[in-house]
């Protein structure tokens, strides 16, 4: 009996991840030329939904508000300016129902724009069809070395977000070696991320003089970390790096807090650089370092940029790695239409492809599909006295770089 | 070495107590009141969500939150049970029938519950720091948090088994365990008995939500993992066996920790390598029959 039931169950998953999303697709919009239609396919729910809605989400939702609250994107093959309106299907986090809602929109809603799924495997997924069709894909949550290699064969795709050797691990691994670090160890997730970027420290670390003394993978599941974070703390490491998620980086850091787990460096990322990190954890974040892109000490248009994403809002919402790119991306493409004058996506590719724009970071412009690094505002971050810092590159950086990390607070 | 071996063995038992707490919950809505709870996760996940809540927002200790979270999603299980399982279970035509409708209705709960989640507390990720400190067992450093959260799921199994074993309404939902139908007609009155055993389970599972919010990170998707293992559990403790359940998530636990000291990658794995054998070995479990 056991047997059949948990046979049905397996069934009734596959049916149930497979029918749902069909239906909450509903209602679509046919496109006019009274407005831009921007079709884009999400995971509003599912375990992808926590990445969605803390990532990209609230800089869409701002960014297209802020747009429409000014008439729109003045198109000049119109004559006005055309306000953008948002037809979002939700794929429930799953990479097969996103293609599909991906085609549906470039088919049969006839979308004007497409914007991206969420997560590094669904570009994986959505960049062929999008560039199959030539609809312009501009990608916010994900980046990889692998995306990358595949980049030449996609014109029409546009990658924002910053990655290991674009140009996060060579900057760390110059700050680590200028204060004199000389051993890591590294605690990775099994899986295209954490292979990316151990493979990268892997590179770059020693290129600097730093060993890797210790290397581990965990499972996206695994719960107790302690086992890896003793053998860390034994190894005696100056630099410990978790390249993992926030399911992971979470635990991680308050069972090394547990174990009295304080090495030099304290590393972890995608995780440390939300505001849901220093909400957990408060005045023991101080000296853990991530990923970053820029603080509110960047610049005034950081500020605003701040002000206009995080301000009358909780703590948890901020994300001050993929936002700020994410943002840029999106004034990028809003100018790049305007220059063209036409809603005509050849066109458009051709200037995106090829100009510089002022956005939030300043002068921006892609370099064969990636955002160029030398656009990017930071690299590195660090939690000091409750502010996710700048710390590298050094002309980029907002604080300087606290090595060694201080002591645990006292519970 | 023998501060490692109490690193691995007591890694073991702080896990094992958690699935311990998931399991005899869903050992008595499966093993009673015979509903395969596909939700079981979600109560869960709804228990951690009230606790992260109530910590954060009104400042109330996690421990207390008890007294809360406990009654608050038990009810809602009796609730559950009362309106949708009653009426089920009256309109099936047999025991067996009565099983996969109600798997096939704990599984749109489980979107419901889901989804209502997302809306009312958002789908990113949450947590909080609540007594992560650390202590010392013979040279193996642990957390206080873990500690409070396996003593608490000890204290809890115990007292629930007592209550099973020596109480009036212990013996009736004993009773109905081994056959509902014989146990009506000896005056228990099965539809009571029933929905109490799922507003237990339920309970059950919110109270582990609550450990597991002081440990672990939480977010709105987090119930479907651990309703597997409690699947696992329940399976490897034999269906409707309180003590097997209990049992079950220590050893589940302990093999769990002492495979990720080797390597962390085949926990997972090894937890569905010992229920195939035990499917194959001892269909019935540790403690079934």
Not at chain 1, 308 to 313: M, P, V, W
Request: proline letters at 5%; a negative charge; hydrophobic letters at 50%.
């Amino acid at each position: 009996m056991t047997k059949k039931l948990i046979f049905s169950l397996i069934v009734l998953t596959l049916v149930a991840l497979v029918a749902l999303p069909l239906c909450s697709a509903c209602a679509p919009a046919a496109p006019a030329k009274d407005k831009i239609v921007v079709g884009m396919s999400r995971p509003l729910s599912g375990p992808m939904a926590l990445i969605g809605d803390s990532a990209f989400r609230p800089v869409y939702e701002t960014f297209v508000a802020e747009v429409n609250a000014d008439g729109g994107i003045y198109v000049a093959e119109y004559g006005k300016k055309l306000p953008i309106e948002l037809l979002i299907y939700d794929d429930k986090g799953d990479v097969g129902t996103m293609t599909r809602l991906t085609e549906k929109l470039i088919l049969e809603d006839k979308v004007d724009f497409l914007w991206p799924a969420c997560g590094t495997a669904f570009i994986f997924g959505q960049a062929p069809i999008a560039n199959k069709y030539n609809y312009i894909l501009l990608t916010a949550e994900g980046g990889a070395t692998t995306i990358r290699d595949i980049l030449p064969g996609l014109p029409y795709v546009f990658v924002s977000l910053s990655f290991s050797d674009w140009y996060q691990l060579p900057v760390l691994a110059d700050l680590l070696a200028e204060k004199g670090a000389r051993t890591a160890y590294i605690m990775y997730i099994a899986d295209l991320h954490g292979i990316e970027y151990s493979g990268v420290a892997g590179i770059e670390f020693p290129k600097r003089g730093i060993e890797i003394v210790g290397i581990k993978s965990v499972p996206p599941d695994i719960k107790d970390l302690s086992p890896i974070l003793k053998e860390a703390k034994a190894s005696n490491a100056d630099v410990f790096c978790a390249f993992a998620y926030p399911d992971q980086i979470l635990p991680a850091t308050g069972q090394s807090i547990e174990i009295g787990y304080n090495p030099k460096v304290w590393l972890g990322g995608p995780g440390v650089n939300f505001g849901f990190y220093h909400a957990a954890f408060g005045p023991a974040t101080e000296g853990i370092m991530g990923f970053t892109t820029f603080s509110r000490k960047t610049s005034p248009t950081a500020n605003e940029l701040a002000d206009k994403l995080y301000a009358g809002k909780p703590e948890e919402v901020q994300d001050w790695w993929g936002h700020p790119l994410y943002w840029a991306g999106l004034e990028f493409w809003k100018a790049a239409i305007e220059e063209a004058g036409t809603l005509d996506q050849a066109v458009i590719r051709d200037i995106m492809a090829t100009s510089t724009f002022d956005t939030i970071l300043g002068p921006t412009w892609f370099v064969s599909g990636l955002m160029a690094k030398e656009c990017h505002t930071g690299e590195i971050g660090q939690w000091q006295s409750g502010v996710f810092e700048v710390v590298g590159p050094k002309d980029k950086a907002t604080a300087e770089f606290i090595y060694p990390k201080p002591a645990w607070p006292a519970p | 070495m023998m501060v490692t071996i109490l690193d691995v063995v007591i890694a073991g038992l702080l896990l094992g107590g958690i699935y311990a707490l998931i399991a005899m919950g869903l050992s008595l809505q499966y093993g009673v009141a015979r509903v395969l709870n596909i939700s079981h996760g979600e109560f869960i996940m709804v228990g951690a969500f009230l606790t992260w809540m109530l910590y954060t927002v009104f400042g109330i200790n996690p421990l207390l939150c008890l007294v809360i979270v406990g009654p608050v999603v038990f009810i809602i299980g009796f609730i559950l049970h009362k309106t949708l399982f009653t009426r089920l279970r009256i309109s099936s035509t047999s025991s067996g029938a009565f099983e996969s409708r109600s798997l096939l209705a704990t599984f749109g709960l489980l979107f419901i519950i889901q989804n209502i989640a997302l809306i009312a507390w958002g789908a990113e990720i949450r947590g909080y720091a609540y007594l992560n400190i650390s202590v010392n067992l013979g040279g193996a450093l642990f957390g206080a948090n873990r500690l409070v959260t396996l003593g608490f799921a000890i204290a809890i199994g115990l007292a629930f088994y007592i209550f099973l074993a020596r109480t009036r309404m212990g013996k009736a939902i004993r009773a109905a365990a081994q056959d509902p139908a014989t146990a009506g007609l000896m005056g228990v009155n099965i539809n009571q008995v029933l929905a109490l055993c799922f507003g237990f389970g339920a309970s059950m599972a919110g109270i582990a939500g609550l450990l597991l919010s002081m440990c672990y990170p939480i977010n709105a998707a987090m119930g479907l993992e651990y309703t597997i293992i409690a699947i696992i559990v329940v399976v490897l403790g034999g269906l409707g066996s309180i003590p097997g359940s209990f049992i079950g998530g220590f050893i589940l636990g302990l093999v769990g920790s002492i495979v990720t000291y080797f390597e962390p990658g085949l926990a997972l794995v090894s937890y569905y390598v010992i229920f195939m054998i035990l499917l194959l070995v001892r269909p019935t479990g540790i403690l079934g029959k």
